[in-house]
């Protein structure tokens, strides 16, 4: 059987920009840190290919 590679790369960016918006909720509006966390986990997960 063949394997393809994934490309990752969107997912990697999409990951780094869910992370400054997580610290830039968490310095501005602490509240609302929480809304940003299942964007940070789900697109980590794809960019490791784990889902």
């Known amino acids: 059987m063949e394997t ?3 490309n990752t790369a969107l ?3 999409l990951f780094f920009l869910s ?3 997580f ?3 968490l310095e ?3 509240e609302m840190v ?3 966390l ?3 986990c789900t697109f980590f997960a794809k ?3 784990i889902m």
């Open 28 to 30: 501005y509006k602490g």
């Open 23 to 25: 610290f830039v909720l």
């Open 4 to 6: 393809a590679k994934k």
């Open 38 to 40: 299942p964007f940070v």
């Open 19 to 21: 992370v400054i918006l």
């Open 11 to 13: 997912y990697w960016i």
């Open 34 to 36: 929480t809304l940003s």
């Open 47 to 49: 960019a490791m290919d």
